[in-house]
């Protein structure tokens, strides 16, 4: 029979460490807010709602001030930029350093009045070169009548560059005015009406130009002399042309023959006289008219003491 052995007292169980007792704090129940009235409850909708109104009216109210606040401030007074400001005075700065005007050189002013053209210009010596606008002095040269275009160009420390292109003079108009002064203008190749030039010293300078009459000659002129030019054996005859009716043109040579030209096909007929010129020194004979106005025909009436020697050529210069 097993032998009983008394066996290992059992080693008794870990107790965990007691925890401190939680101390349960009693949370206070907020007391219930008080219920609002139906009227309040509407009156704050009714605030919510109006709010953006109310920001959008004020806006208004501000933007009106401020546009009757600027009406009233003084014309006179400037608005100057910031920039505009910056410049002026980076301008007035290198005034000082010696970037003044000292000296105005002018190009290509052949007809137009100095004078006309330093007012035009505006600048004072001694002003500060980079404080000048260049397009605005462009811009009142340009309004001068004898100048077509110009350009205003800084040559530092102190130089204006203006060159100016004049406009050419196409022809010389009789106007028929009483006024001694407009007379006779000078016109471009558009008909306009040179201002500021004097007629005389432009025919003594290009002695090419034609004289021209009649109260639509200018607006017809081009055609005419680009006709003639066409026929250089006729141009070198013509001294002046006159226009008739508003339809046709008269030539008078310079030897005081008169030309008729016809209303249609004048630059044919203009053609015919250069053969003619050429074959028999039609238009240096002593001839009083020479009307082309007929077709088919070309009717010459002789001065009466050269009724002879014309008569002998008129068969031949009779057929066109």
Known sequence: MPRLTASKPMARAAVPARLPPVRRTAKKLAAPPDRLTARALFFRR?????????WVCAGLVVLGLGSELFR???AMVPVVSPVGSVRHGLAALAGYAGFRVTDIEINGAATTKPAAIEAAIGVPKGAAIFGLSLAAIQAR???????????????LPGTLIITIAERNGFAIWQTGSADPAKQ????DPAGNVIADQDAAAA???DPSLLLLA????????????????????????VAAAERVDGLRWNLILKNDTLVKLPAD??????????????SMALLDRPVEVIDLRFA???????????????????????HT
């Open 184 to 187: 006779f203008v000078l016109i």
């Open 265 to 278: 096909g004048a630059q044919k007929l203009i053609e015919k006289l250069a053969s003619l010129q050429t």
């Open 296 to 318: 088919g025909r070309m009717v010459i009436r002789p001065y009466p003491a050269a009724v002879a020697p014309v008569a002998a050529a008129k068969p031949d210069a009779g």
């Open 72 to 74: 009233s401030l003084p």
């Open 214 to 237: 009649g109260a639509d000659a200018p607006q017809n002129a081009k055609t005419l002399i680009d006709e003639l030019k066409a026929a250089p054996i006729v141009l070198a005859h």
């Open 46 to 54: 009714v605030r919510k709602s109006l709010r953006p109104g109310l």
């Open 141 to 155: 040269l340009e309004q001068l009548g004898p100048v077509q275009t110009a350009t205003v160009a800084r040559a």
């Open 203 to 205: 025919k003594r300078r």
